[in-house]
């Protein structure tokens, strides 16, 4: 099981930065792939970015302006926001997948991100 808290959410106005980080405990060696969602209030959970083996991948809404990076011990992953728009703000949460001994996924408590003027 891998226990997964977020930090570094907070208040930004458009067009700036913001950097989101994910700590993994537990069976973080069995970590198979790694990500971000986030819910906007009133929407449904999206995925944000995922990097699995190196691949990474992004919502398209998002592409060219955030970056998902993990570490090789496979314990912490960040998210890289650039350019934020008022459409970024929600609650991100960070998510694992672990393929050993058996398929489970894991999510974090969550952090919020706002974006406004």
């Known amino acids: 099981q891998v226990q997964l808290v977020e930090s570094g959410g907070g208040l930004v106005q458009p067009g700036e930065s913001l950097r989101l980080s994910c700590a993994a405990s537990?069976?973080?060696?069995?970590?198979?792939?790694m990500g971000w969602y986030r819910q906007a209030p009133g929407k449904q959970r999206e995925l944000v970015a995922a990097?699995?083996?190196?691949?990474?991948n992004y919502a398209d809404s998002v592409k060219g302006r955030f970056t998902i990076s993990r570490d090789n011990a496979k314990n912490k992953v960040n998210l890289q926001m650039n350019s934020l728009k008022p459409e970024d703000t929600a609650v991100y949460y960070c998510?694992?997948?672990?393929?050993?001994?058996?398929?489970?996924?894991?999510w974090g408590q969550g952090t919020k991100v706002t974006v406004s003027s």
């Open positions: 537990g069976s973080i060696l069995s970590i198979y792939s």
């Open positions: 998510h694992a997948y672990n393929d050993y001994p058996i398929g489970r996924h894991s």
């Open positions: 990097i699995t083996n190196g691949d990474t």
